[in-house]
């Protein structure tokens, strides 16, 4: 069995994590400490472009069935409104729902998760919503199973077309991860040397 075999055999047994949609973390229901003596800010509605209006409402619609918004009924006092900004993809036909509710906790709490979720899988680091898997072929093949199960029993997706598999080198962050360890990207190296 080759390498690349072997990856989409581990992918192929763990579908859930790769079915392109939203998932339902099956981890502690996160509760917001909210201060009473904050006054509710409501602000205005903004206008969908019309050139995007119905690719949004189909995606409302999509949020509304997988249960990850749900509708507030009209009778219902609203006491905090953020509008969506609707935002075209570079990349594709798909729209992008912005919304600044100001929970600035919510990095934290994905985070915190995800490290308690991991931890104790050797091979891999998690930051922020990235994880990467080091190590020999075997490290990072029994490492690549075990985070697949933990995404897989914790009920956390990816997006399959932002994932990469079996390489020698990635960039990221301004840095260049390779079985010689972690170092400066030297792209980035070279534009400080430049500005200087």
């Given at each position: 069995m080759t390498r690349r075999q072997k990856i989409a055999d581990m992918i192929m047994d763990n579908p859930e994590v790769f079915t392109g949609k939203i998932g339902k973390a099956k981890t502690n229901e996160v509760s917001l400490m909210i201060d009473d003596s904050?006054?509710?800010?409501?602000?205005?509605?903004?206008?969908?472009?019309?050139n995007l209006s119905e690719r949004a409402e189909i995606k409302i619609q999509d949020?509304?069935?997988?249960?990850i918004i749900e509708r507030v009924p009209d009778n219902q006092p609203r006491s905090w409104v953020s509008p969506p900004v609707i935002a075209p993809?570079?990349?594709?036909?798909?729209?992008?729902f912005c919304i600044d509710m100001r929970t600035k906790s919510a990095q934290d709490i994905l985070q915190l998760e995800m490290h308690k979720m991991l931890s104790g899988i050797p091979s891999?680091?998690?930051i922020a919503d990235d994880i990467l898997i080091g190590g020999s072929v075997e490290e990072h093949d029994a490492a690549l199973q075990?985070?697949?199960?933990?995404?897989?029993?914790?009920?956390?997706?990816?997006?399959?077309?932002?994932?990469?598999?079996?390489?020698?080198?990635?960039?990221f962050v301004g840095l260049v991860f390779n079985k010689q360890g972690i170092k400066p990207d030297p792209k980035n190296v070279k534009n400080l040397q430049d500005a200087s």
């Open positions: 904050v006054t509710p800010v409501v602000q205005k509605q903004r206008r969908i472009p019309v949020l509304l069935d997988q249960d993809k570079p990349d594709s036909n798909n729209i992008r891999q680091v998690n075990k985070v697949l199960s933990a995404l897989t029993s914790n009920g956390i997706t990816v997006n399959p077309d932002k994932c990469v598999f079996d390489v020698e080198e990635v960039r």
